[in-house]
């Protein structure tokens, strides 16, 4: 394993760990306390060693936290999509496994950054576009249409899910969308026509069927683009 920055270790305590060990742990702490509550030193105590050791593999929380979200991302795509398979379908499974992934874990979507850099946020796009490739778009839109793809489903993922781990935790998702409909409802409907007719869906609606209605749309865009048929 390569190491790079941090401090060396004192009693070769380092030797015992490696970056994925820490990382994986940093998962399943940021899982029961959130982003705040993960601590080198709490870290450090779970995995019987000293914070310095931890140093010698992930400079700082920031760095952590981005490995441990990259680590997430990874865990939605594991098998290679087999040469058959089409390309909107295979999209589809690719994007709704990410969704699902960082469903399970709320704090890792705002940290899957676009442009992508760490190793399975790279591994994702060029997922996206081998898949693209396999439709009947010229060469030289591959890369804008799988970049966009990529955006929509890690930055739509982000914007549904990030909002539970930004409010207030003693509040429930229930609560927070009944209090944000409650403010729509007080709106001026010549202002906000659509808003204060849509408080009822505001209320109701279910995260992952919204990720995958824009995402259809999105698809059904691309079968349009791709493969263009004469009207009737």
């Known amino acids: 394993m390569q190491r790079t920055r941090g401090r060396a270790p004192t009693g070769g305590r380092a030797d015992a760990l490696s970056q994925e060990l820490i990382v994986g742990a940093a998962v399943a702490l940021l899982d029961e306390l959130g ?90 796009l060029d997922r996206i576009g081998t898949l693209v490739v396999r439709t009947a778009l010229p060469a030289e839109r591959h890369f804008e249409v799988s970049t966009a793809i990529s955006y929509y489903i890690t930055g739509v993922s982000a914007q549904i899910i990030a909002p539970r781990t930004t409010h207030d935790a003693t509040v429930s998702r229930d609560a927070f969308l009944a209090e944000t409909a409650r403010r729509w409802e007080e709106l001026d409907p010549a202002d906000y026509p659509f808003l204060t007719r849509t408080t009822k869906n505001l209320r109701d609606h279910a995260d992952r069927d919204q990720f995958i209605t824009g995402l259809d749309m999105l698809l059904d865009g691309l079968n349009t683009v791709a493969d263009p048929r004469p009207p009737a």
Not at 44 to 69: I, M, R
Not at 92 to 101: E, G, I, P, Q, S
Not at 103 to 112: I, K, L, N, Y
């Open 35 to 124: 982003e705040r509550g993960l601590t080198f030193r709490l870290l450090a105590k779970e995995l019987n060693t000293g914070p310095g050791a931890l140093y010698w593999h992930v400079s700082n929380k920031d760095e952590l936290v981005a490995l441990a979200a990259d680590q997430v991302l990874g865990h939605a795509f594991a098998a290679e999509p087999s040469p058959e398979e089409g390309a909107g379908s295979g999209l589809r499974v690719l994007a709704v496994a990410v969704f699902d992934a960082l469903d399970r874990h709320p704090w890792a979507a705002p940290h899957v950054t676009a442009p992508p850099t760490l190793a399975n946020a790279l591994r994702l």
